[in-house]
């Protein structure tokens, strides 16, 4: 089943469960990570969407890297726009729909949204039709447990089926294990893991497409 819903992320925006678990400071670090492999100056002046842009928080990162741009912030959750809007509407606009209510832009960044959609797809091919370049970033080779927000898991072949296209898999802050917990929970118990015929662990990477 499949609890990616408009009612589940309206509750979990509105509840202030998203910013509790480190919503927010993930997004951050999320945008900070993929910047450097977005293939655009800092005198683009077209229009750039976030795709699944949750509280907004990475909208201030693509401001000042990119100043001159026209931003667009779209989300599926109703809250979670309104608080986008009374955060960051200075900077921005911002639209709450799914993915036929986004326009025609140059740029569309989709940062962690497509691990959680069923018809990422279908979705993928009406993005690339909305957009000159479609940067798509998810977990790399995730373990999926049943029942998480987490559906879909992907490959560097994954959307060879859609578009050739271009990637690259990179370790995020917001998402790769880093010091003394990489150290003790991925590669010092693995050491047990393997001794007790367990499933072995591997280091969280991220996965960044990119169509033109």
């Known amino acids: ?9 309206d509750q979990r925006f509105s509840s202030g469960n998203w910013e509790k678990l480190d919503g927010r400071s993930q997004t951050e670090d999320f945008a900070l990570e993929q910047i450097q492999y977005i293939n ?4 683009f ?3 750039i969407l976030d795709f699944g842009c949750g509280l907004g928080d990475a909208i201030p990162i693509y401001r000042k890297e990119f100043p001159r741009a ?5 989300d599926l959750s109703e809250s979670g726009i309104q608080i986008c809007k009374a955060r960051y509407v200075d900077i921005a606009e911002f639209i709450q729909g799914d993915y036929l209510s986004v326009p025609k832009v140059d740029v569309i960044i989709a940062s962690n949204v497509f691990e959680h959609l069923s ?25 999926i447990i049943p029942n998480t927000e987490h559906i ?16 690259v898999v990179y370790n995020c802050k917001g998402w790769s294990q880093t ?6 929970n991925i590669y010092f118990k693995n ?5 007790l015929g367990k499933r072995i662990i591997k280091r969280n990477k991220q996965i960044l497409f990119h169509f033109t």
């Open 119 to 143: 018809n990422d797809l279908e979705i993928s091919r009406h993005l690339l039709a909305m957009c000159h370049d479609l940067y798509i970033a998810v977990p790399y080779k995730e373990y």
């Open 191 to 195: 050491i047990g893991r393997f001794i």
């Open 45 to 47: 002046c077209g229009t």
């Open 70 to 74: 026209k931003l667009i912030g779209l």
């Open 179 to 184: 010091g003394w917990y990489l150290f003790y």
């Open 152 to 167: 879909n898991t992907y490959d560097e072949c994954y959307f060879n089926k859609i578009k050739p296209c271009e990637w």
């Open 40 to 43: 655009l100056t800092r005198e």
């Open 1 to 9: 089943m499949n609890i990616n819903t408009k009612e589940y992320w």
